[in-house]
């Protein structure tokens, strides 16, 4: 996320990547942040992880506001919603059920992780369709205009499925979305930096993308 503003925003930054271990931060990578939150910015004296609180920081201490809808914008509650909506739901909810894969499903034998596993599925599905319905009216997701609240969603869409997989071939909006969102310069300098083995055309087609060892991202810029 913090990548694709950097490049968006066209901010100088110096980037170190760790290679997860295997899925989790390494230890090295925990020196930054004790929680081992990626993606991890300095600035200066000031060293911040959460990808919110990283977006919304660039956004408003370098990118002078720009990418960013301000009260009384008429787009402004929207992409307060979508803003909002990456982690607080969607990625969220990745990271749930991809916990309850990795703990096995059903193995207290009592059909309970069967049913969590489903309802998870039921709420997916609202969730994209609410995504794509929204898409179907407006080419991003504020409104008229692309916004942060794009690149904050749009991890969830493309790297998350490298670990949770799921498909996209219900929703033609979303896929479209993702097409406009692929052809940006910012988008694809930051993926070729940041992970020039993921292939942009699989990231956002409609089919999971396969599984190699994404990075874990920790930029810095001097003052």
Not at 7 to 21: A, F, M, Q
Not at 157 to 163: K, S
Not at 188 to 202: S, Y
Request: glycine residues 8%; aromatic residues 8%.
């Amino acid at each position: 996320m913090t990548l694709i503003l950097c490049e968006e925003l066209g901010i100088e930054y110096d980037l170190r990547k760790y290679n997860r271990s295997p899925l989790l931060a390494p230890p090295e990578f925990k020196t930054l942040h004790p929680l081992g939150s990626a993606p991890v910015i300095e600035d200066g004296e000031v060293k911040l992880a959460e990808s919110g609180a990283c977006v919304e920081y660039i956004a408003q201490t370098h990118g002078k506001g720009r990418l960013v809808i301000a009260p009384g914008h008429k787009d402004y509650a929207q992409y307060l919603y979508w803003f909002h909506f990456a982690n607080a739901s969607l990625q969220s909810a990745l990271m749930r059920d991809l916990a309850l894969k990795i703990a096995g499903g059903t193995s207290d034998g009592t059909g309970r992780s069967s049913d969590i596993s489903k309802r998870f599925k039921e709420k997916l599905s609202i969730m994209l369709t609410m995504m794509d319905d929204r898409l179907a009216t407006v080419p991003w997701l504020a409104g008229d205009q692309f916004s942060a609240a794009d690149i904050m969603v749009v991890c969830c869409l493309t790297t998350m499925r490298c670990f949770n997989p799921y498909d996209l071939g219900e929703y033609e909006n979303i896929l479209a979305y993702l097409a406009r969102v692929s052809a940006r310069d910012g988008y694809r300098q930051a993926r070729q930096k940041g992970d020039p083995e993921l292939d942009i055309g699989l990231l956002a087609g409609a089919a999971p993308p396969p599984s190699p060892q994404p990075t874990l991202v920790h930029a810095t810029q001097d003052q």
